[in-house]
């Protein structure tokens, strides 16, 4: 549910993204699964950016990033920072990209990549 909150909008279908996205965070709310909650709640956030909603976005990238970081999970932290990073350049907000970038790259790692390497060119 969560992945098709991304994917559906591609797919030409926004609304059923978001409406998925909520279910999925929603189901492991339930369930009392963190990780899925928290893949739902960037699925909702990766809607809003791609919607242009993107002051949203990143508030909401944020707070899944900082839940994530409570719990030490690397994926979700990594993943909220490098979109935060994305919404925040399009918003122009350049030094905040920047600082949030310089995150993405603590938070990586060992997961240096392809977001590794993206985050390296936005850093300059």
């Known amino acids: 549910l969560a ?3 991304q994917s559906a909008h591609f ?3 926004p609304r059923a993204g978001r409406n998925s996205a909520e279910e999925a965070r929603d189901v492991a709310d339930e369930i009392g ?3 899925i909650s928290r893949a739902g709640r960037w699925a909702l956030a990766w809607v809003e950016m791609v919607g242009g909603d993107l002051a949203s976005a990143v508030e909401q990238f ?3 990033g900082a839940d ?3 719990d030490r999970d690397a994926t979700w932290v990594h993943a909220t920072l490098f979109n935060a990073t994305q919404a925040l350049c399009h918003l122009g907000d350049i030094d905040a990209a920047r600082i949030c970038a ?4 603590e938070a990586a790692g060992a997961m240096r990549g392809s977001s590794g390497d993206t985050v390296g060119q936005i850093r300059g």
């Open 33 to 35: 699964d963190r990780f």
């Open 102 to 105: 310089d995150a993405v790259r």
């Open 3 to 5: 992945w098709y909150g």
């Open 68 to 70: 994530a970081a409570r």
């Open 62 to 64: 944020r707070a899944v």
């Open 11 to 13: 797919e030409g279908n």
